[in-house]
């Protein structure tokens, strides 16, 4: 595609909702920073299951507010290259920033609020020195909601935490942040993701029929608290093997008795601190595979099906 200088690509759905053949790579205006914003020339994009899932058919969209034309993707990175009337020191041209952006990260230039919030207008935080802007794409959406699972349980050393699709986007994040909290962390998974499981720190076991009774024999002295990451099969499993609703969350399913966690409320710096730990190396975010925008089909296939392990990630540099 030859872009002009007054235009830029987005990967947008234009004709209708549905699956990865209906998004399209377009020609669209490079939108202005108004009051308090800042336009971000993106770099990267990171994938999530909430991305395809928000836009799998019209009634889905519409229960989430999108119309057509629609954008695509929720994380990226960049560098600040404007700045709207208002922003005053918070930032400056030429910063290296991440966050969220809804529904329309997979694309040259955003325009978020500064500081903003995860939700709507978007919101942009500063990367820290030493991070990759592939990693810092990664962060956003699967880290403000494994935060706020957490904050439901506030796990600690004396804790053993049963977290149900612990190999996926959010339990990446779950497990390391829980075993940083000093919990022990049992987290289920295919056969195939155990070592995968094991190198977050986390002790794996399949999931599936007779999952009380392997978690009985891991953990004889049984389990404190449990996340699902997936649906419900790990929170009934959790009741039956004694762990109390206050002491579980989930985020794809809503229990009765359950406080279910959303990464809009994650409390205020968290994925500040998330950054930081990535930084430091204190908190590994694996990269499955990285793509060019004009494979974003492909890689929105490979994201959807839920087996990879890792982060998927849109390259637009």
């Known amino acids: 595609m030859n872009v002009s200088t007054s235009t830029s690509r987005a990967v947008q759905f234009v004709e209708s909702f549905g699956g990865p053949e209906t998004l399209e790579l377009s020609e669209v205006p490079i939108p202005e920073a108004g009051a308090g914003q800042v336009r971000v020339r993106v770099t990267a ?27 695509f993707g929720n994380d990226y990175a960049g560098v600040v290259d404007g700045v709207g009337d208002g922003v005053g020191d918070l930032f400056k041209v030429g910063d290296r920033v991440f966050g969220g952006a809804f529904s329309r990260s997979v694309a040259d230039y955003v325009v978020v609020n500064a500081p903003g919030h995860i939700g709507q207008g978007g919101d942009v935080h ?11 794409a990664a962060l956003s959406i699967a880290g403000c909601t494994a935060a706020a699972a957490l904050a439901v349980i506030n796990p600690g050393p004396s804790d053993t935490l049963l977290i149900g699709g612990a190999g996926g986007g959010v339990g990446v994040f779950a497990v390391q942040l829980a075993r940083l909290a000093g919990a022990r962390v049992i987290g289920t998974g295919s056969a195939g993701s155990a070592e995968a499981l094991r190198a977050l720190g986390a002790e794996p076991v399949t999931y599936g029929e007779g999952l009380a009774g392997r978690v009985r024999e891991l953990a004889p002295g049984g389990v404190t608290a449990a996340l699902d990451l997936h649906g419900i099969d790990t929170v009934t499993v959790a009741r039956e093997l004694g762990v109390p609703d206050s002491r579980m969350s989930t985020i794809a399913a809503v229990v009765d ?23 430091q190396g204190r908190l590994r975010v694996p990269i499955a595979a990285t793509f060019p925008v004009d494979r974003i089909r492909a890689a929105v296939e490979l994201q959807a099906g839920r087996h990879v392990h890792g982060k998927v990630v849109i390259d637009l540099a």
């Open 126 to 136: 500063h990367t820290p020195d030493g991070l990759d802007d592939r990693i810092a």
């Open 257 to 279: 008795g359950i406080t279910p966690a959303n990464g809009a409320n994650a409390v205020p710096g968290a994925i500040e601190e998330i950054a930081q730990l990535a930084a």
């Open 45 to 71: 994009a990171g994938l999530n299951p909430m991305d395809w899932f928000m836009t799998s058919d019209p009634d889905a969209a519409a229960r989430f507010g999108l119309s057509l034309p629609c954008g």
